[in-house]
């Protein structure tokens, strides 16, 4: 067994972990800004794993979905915070 | 080598990401959450984006990986702002033992000038 063939299961597994602390903080976060704090986090957290996903596999266009998953994440996470202020979206 | 270099890089990356979610998980308050767990996230996954562009060494997985984290640290340090910006407008409190509170201070300030002026 290789270096690598023992390393990218130990690290898919960090990441795997990393998730679930995400998941804990969004279903039980006191107030509705800690689940939005988890869930932006959530999103640069698939960015890591798309990236070593594309390690494993080999497949270079994987990272474009990367780069579309931050973007998206992003504009979420502003409408998310508009919303929690109260405004309207056109504002 | 690359592939050795690019893995060490991924391991790197990974151990900030747990470090950011176990400051998410642990610490008492949203705005600590925010500061702790969007730095740490951030330079974990920029980390782990710069291992794989190490690991193909082709020109176009760099250009990729460069324009995704040049994204990333633009759109998450704004995505954090816009975001303790609304948790503090909203209401949310401080955690216990917090001692300054220096936007509510600058709020205050304003009002009271828009207050003297008019």
Redesign the interface.
Same mark, same amino acid.
């Given at each position: 067994m290789t270096t690598v063939e023992f390393l990218v299961p130990v690290l898919i597994s960090g990441l795997l972990i990393c998730c679930a602390m995400c998941l804990y903080r969004i279903s039980n976060g006191p107030t509705a800004a800690d689940r939005m704090v988890a869930i932006d986090i959530l999103g640069t957290v698939v960015v890591g794993f798309v990236a070593i996903i594309t390690v494993v596999t080999g497949k270079a266009y994987l990272l474009d979905i990367a780069l579309v998953w931050a973007l998206v994440s992003f504009v979420g996470t502003l409408a998310l915070a508009k919303y929690l202020v109260g405004k309207r979206l056109n504002e | 080598m690359n592939?050795?270099i690019?893995?060490i890089l991924?391991?790197i990356? *990974? /151990?900030f990401?747990?470090l950011? $979610? *176990?400051g /998410?998980?642990r610490l008492p308050d *949203?705005y600590n959450?925010?500061q702790a767990?969007?730095k740490c @996230? @951030?330079l #974990?996954?920029t980390l782990?984006?710069l #291992?794989?562009m190490v690991?193909?060494g082709?020109t176009? @997985?760099f250009v990729?990986?460069l /324009? $995704?984290i040049v994204? !990333?640290l633009i759109?998450?340090s704004? &995505?954090?702002h &816009? !975001?303790s910006? &609304? &948790?503090h407008?909203?209401g @949310?409190p401080l955690a216990e033992g917090s001692v300054v509170d220096r936007y509510a201070e600058d709020l205050e300030a304003s009002n009271n000038d828009e207050e003297t002026t008019s």
């Open positions: - | 592939e050795k690019g893995l991924i391991a990356g *990974v /151990l990401d747990l950011g $979610c *176990v /998410l998980v *949203v959450r925010i767990s969007t @996230v @951030v #974990g996954t782990s984006l #291992g794989t690991w193909f082709t176009a @997985v990729k990986g /324009l $995704c994204f !990333l759109t998450s704004t &995505a954090a &816009a !975001l910006r &609304a &948790a407008r909203s @949310v």
